[in-house]
């Protein structure tokens, strides 16, 4: 196949799309929402040691994130070796969920995360990612060096976008249901799961009990 006509096309009429993601004002409460909604996709076969079963893997997102937060190089090469090539679909489970990982952590720069540490858990994902891509399908290898490089999907984008909104979860975790068999949700639980683990839990103002009126006596 010839695709030399494509040189003739005038720069100018180059639609060009950035794929990377920008530091978003990610919004605790719709970082809760997305995983309060993603919790009903939480089944499997019911055992969880069947390797169809995508569970076991959307459970490490935040341990994940955790590790490479804490500089962990041995804890985040025994969960990716856990993760990469897990799991059913053409990408596998488990790489679904090491991109939702990424595509949150360059989501959450600068609102949840400094940007230094950012900067150096991504760095660290992708130093012991590359050495394992052996283990996976050719396409989601391609999908795992694009996340490597920062660069994602349009489906992603729509997904971290929900991020800031909690009006927009539902929606966006509907979409996610629709992409392949797990793959969407896969991901997006790789996205809000690991964010979650940042997520300080909402604290219940506790109400103190009324008093009972005091009785008032009457003069006989």
Same mark, same amino acid.
């Given at each position: 196949?010839?695709?030399?006509?494509?040189?003739?096309?005038?720069?100018?009429?180059?639609?060009?799309v950035d794929?990377?993601? /920008?530091?978003?004002?990610?919004d605790?409460?719709?970082?809760?929402?997305?995983v309060?909604?993603?919790?009903?996709?939480?089944v499997?076969s019911?055992?969880?040691?069947?390797?169809?079963d995508? /569970?076991? !893997?959307?459970?490490?997102?935040?341990?994940l994130?955790r590790?490479?937060?804490a500089a962990?190089?041995e804890r985040?090469t025994?969960l990716?070796?856990?993760l990469?090539?897990?799991g059913?679909?053409?990408?596998p489970?488990?790489?679904?969920v090491?991109?939702?990982v990424?595509?949150?952590?360059d989501?959450?720069t600068?609102?949840?995360?400094?940007? !230094?540490?950012?900067?150096?858990?991504?760095a660290?994902?992708?130093?012991r990612?590359?050495?394992?891509?052996?283990?996976?399908?050719?396409?989601s290898?391609?999908?795992?060096t694009?996340a490597?490089?920062?660069?994602?999907?349009e489906?992603?984008h729509?997904?971290?976008a929900a991020?800031?909104?909690?009006?927009?979860?539902p929606?966006?975790?509907?979409?996610?249901r629709?992409?392949?068999a797990?793959s969407?949700?896969?991901?997006a639980?790789?996205?809000?799961?690991?964010?979650?683990?940042?997520v300080p839990?909402?604290?219940?103002? /506790?109400?103190?009990?009324?008093?009972?009126?005091?009785?008032?006596?009457? !003069?006989?």
């Open positions: 196949m010839d695709f030399g006509a494509w040189r003739a096309i005038p720069s100018d009429g180059i639609f060009r794929l990377r993601i /920008r530091p978003a004002a990610v605790p409460r719709a970082v809760r929402r997305l309060a909604l993603l919790r009903a996709d939480q499997g019911g055992a969880v040691d069947d390797v169809m995508p /569970r076991p !893997s959307r459970a490490l997102a935040g341990p994130l590790a490479a937060l962990d190089g985040v025994h990716l070796s856990r990469v090539g897990a059913p679909g053409a990408t489970a488990g790489d679904d090491i991109v939702g990424l595509a949150g952590l989501a959450a600068g609102s949840l995360l400094p940007g !230094s540490a950012a900067h150096a858990a991504r660290l994902l992708g130093d990612l590359r050495p394992l891509f052996g283990r996976t399908t050719t396409i290898r391609h999908d795992l694009a490597i490089a920062g660069e994602f999907g489906h992603v729509l997904l971290v991020l800031s909104d909690p009006a927009a979860a929606a966006a975790v509907a979409g996610a629709n992409r392949g797990t969407g949700v896969d991901l639980t790789g996205v809000a799961g690991s964010l979650a683990a940042l839990r909402p604290t219940r103002r /506790r109400t103190e009990p009324t008093p009972e009126p005091t009785p008032q006596r009457s !003069s006989a």
